[in-house]
């Protein structure tokens, strides 16, 4: 039995430069090619590791073609091209169209997933966690959505890189025991009662003063009802938007009711 070509190491500080440029993903962008300067600048570091000469030159214009995916899961996107690289490198079977077709599948796929659990899931919750927090008078409240986003997203890409550069089967074993969608999820379903609660400190809201507020804890038990109306709408996977609408009216008809 042949055994498998050895594949390059990658050192570390090369790894580090990966994550780190993928911040700037998005720094580039362009109609033409949507992510792929920035992408192709995430990733020169390996290359250069992997290549050299005319090899890097090509390796560099062959992932200047069109790329798009969740800048959040770029860095996963490119520790697996690389990784990729450095099989098809290791092995003397390059072969540009299929690493394209692969780069362009996997920007796709996990352009979705992210797309769906850091704008659609994480970014409304910590946001209604942040107001609801305001509202219940604490001043750093918006904390609660630019320190937990920032720190997921900071984790996503440094380990995304290293996942990826583990190769297709590592990835797919971690998604296995950690599905986004279940995740996803769970976090609109706490979002609409976040909602929920949300409606009811802005109904229990002392109108004598509209700079300062009163919470009546009967008042807010009382709108309970509106919590489990939300829970009830997110999970018949309504989306967040409608679920809004719906609790902008009932505000509106219980301000209404009280004046």
């Known amino acids: 039995m042949k055994n498998s070509p050895q594949l ?3 050192p570390r500080r090369v790894r580090i430069s990966m ?5 700037l993903i998005e720094s580039a962008w362009n109609n033409r090619g949507k992510q792929n300067l920035g992408f192709c600048f995430s990733i020169l570091p390996a290359l250069k590791t992997l290549y050299s000469g005319n090899e890097l030159l090509e390796a560099a214009k062959r992932h200047l073609s069109v790329f798009n995916t969740n800048p959040c899961f770029s860095g996963l996107v490119a520790g697996m091209v690389v990784e990729q690289e450095a099989r098809e490198q290791g092995g003397k079977t390059l072969d540009g169209p299929k690493m394209l077709r692969m780069k362009s ?3 796709s796929s996990f352009g979705a997933i992210g797309d769906d659990l ?10 209604v966690l942040a107001v609801l927090l305001f509202l ?4 750093w409240a918006f904390l609660w959505l630019v320190v937990p ?8 890409r440094f380990r995304g890189v290293e996942l990826g550069l583990r190769g297709a089967p590592a990835v797919s074993r971690y998604f296995e025991r950690t599905t986004p969608k279940h995740a996803s999820a769970a976090l609109k379903r706490a979002t609409s009662v976040l909602l929920g609660a949300v409606a009811g400190v802005l109904l229990s809201w002392n109108h004598s003063s509209f700079a300062e507020f009163n919470i009546h804890w009967f ?6 009802p509106i919590i489990v109306v939300c829970f009830i709408l997110r999970s018949r996977n309504v989306s967040s938007g409608k679920i809004g609408a719906v609790i902008c009216g009932l505000i509106l008809i219980g301000i209404l009711l009280t004046v």
């Open 219 to 224: 008042s807010f038990i009382s709108v309970l």
């Open 105 to 107: 599948t996997l920007g």
């Open 118 to 127: 850091m704008w659609l899931s994480l970014k409304p919750f910590l946001a």
């Open 8 to 10: 390059p190491r990658i």
């Open 136 to 139: 219940l008078g604490h001043e």
């Open 19 to 23: 994550a780190l440029r993928s911040f």
């Open 149 to 156: 986003f920032s720190l997921a997203n900071v984790i996503l």
